[in-house]
């Protein structure tokens, strides 16, 4: 009998952080205005994966984009269970598929109309590991 009590226990906690999860998962797809006088004017994550980033006079991203003189997709990947979360904007030639480039960072959800995200910008650049440098604040556009 306790066995099967410990063992409810354990299927109750893992349902319950597997939820909290998914909120912060799901919490990201939307269009999202930086705050003003940032170099990223909105971010753009689509619930199938593509990213966007506009600035004042170029669209960079999504499912079709030109970069370095090729076609280029955007896709976004996360990993919301480590402290801080994670995300990479990864951009692939659509012909051959292969990853042209990486923006690592990090973010959190401060309310659900509140990202802060910090990025690096350059090629073999490590991860940031906190929010000091390179962020940008963004809020839900509704």
Partial sequence: M?????LSLIVIIL???NSFTAVKE???VG?????EKEDINFLTLSADGFATFETEDQIMGGKSF????VTASMRYSFNATTVPATIDFII?????????TRLRGIYEINTRDELHLALTFGEGMDRPVDFSTDNVMFYRVN
Avoid: I, P, V
């Avoid at 306790?2 to 410990?6: A, P």
């Avoid at 692939?92 to 042209?100: F, G, I, R």
């Fill in 31 to 35: 269009r999202w205005k930086g705050k």
């Fill in 2 to 6: 306790k066995l099967f009590q410990k």
């Fill in 66 to 69: 030109k970069m370095r003189g």
């Fill in 92 to 100: 692939y030639e659509d012909q051959t598929h292969n990853e042209l």
């Fill in 15 to 17: 349902l319950l952080l």
């Fill in 26 to 28: 799901e919490a990201l």
